[in-house]
T-cell receptor, first 114, second 117 residues
């Protein structure tokens, strides 16, 4: 069955520390891959996306993600976290063939401490 | 304009009320979506409209009635809701529905927080 897994429900990092949020998918072929961020009580904002080509993609707010086909992973990274990065992060995938909806992971809540 | 606007931001209604949620976008997108999101959960797809026609209904109860009067507007009519329907309702849009990179990049609104008493 197709699935998206975010293994970490909650992560706490210190401000200025590096961050990596994990995402693994289980699909028959490489899907399109996304990371969204949601601040409390807000909608979702697209951080970055991977369709094809360079496996290291840059996004907004200093985030990047690396697609690793061999590991079926699309992990999100940031070298130095700011307090304003505290939010819920969702990995999402969709089949390239289309006509199927976006599938979200369960999310990882990021807390940032001083 | 790169936004999806949802109104109202907050709505409190009784189980016998009839109310509506409204969503508007002026990006020329031809696909629009309704999602329901409970606390600490990912969004769950409810409906997809493509070119103003309903393309997907994820077995949503009939007390939720979507409407797409034109390519820029999407409504969700609510009637006889239950307390468990209390949630954040998110609207989203994309260039198209279906295959292709542009079809799958969703822009979300800030949501309407619904409380059913």
């Amino acid at each position: 069955a197709q699935s998206v897994t975010q293994p970490d429900i909650h992560i706490t990092v210190s401000e200025g520390a590096s961050l990596e949020l994990r995402c693994n998918y289980s699909y028959g072929a490489t899907p399109y891959l996304f990371w969204y961020v949601q601040s409390p009580g807000q909608g979702l904002q697209l951080l970055l996306k991977y369709f094809s080509g360079d496996t290291l993609v840059q996004g907004i707010k200093g985030f990047e993600a690396e697609f690793k086909r061999s590991q079926s992973s699309f992990n999100l990274r940031k070298p130095s976290v700011h307090w304003s990065d505290a939010a819920e992060y969702f990995c999402a995938v969709v089949l390239i063939s289309g006509n199927t909806p976006l599938v979200f992971g369960k999310g990882t809540r990021l807390s940032v401490i001083a | 304009d790169t936004e999806v606007t949802q109104t109202p931001k907050h709505l409190v209604m009784g189980m016998t009320n009839k109310k509506s949620l409204k969503c508007e976008q002026h990006m020329g997108h031809r696909a629009m979506y309704w999602y329901k999101q409970k606390a600490k959960k990912p969004p769950e797809l409810m409906f997809v409209y493509s070119y103003e026609k309903l393309s997907i209904n994820e077995s949503v109860p009939s007390r939720f009635s979507p409407e797409c009067p034109n390519s820029s507007l999407l409504n969700l009519h609510l009637h006889a809701l239950q307390p468990e329907d209390s949630a954040l309702y998110l609207c989203a849009s994309s260039q198209e529905w279906g295959a292709g990179a542009g079809a799958n990049v969703l822009t979300f609104g800030a949501g309407s927080r619904l409380t059913v008493l």
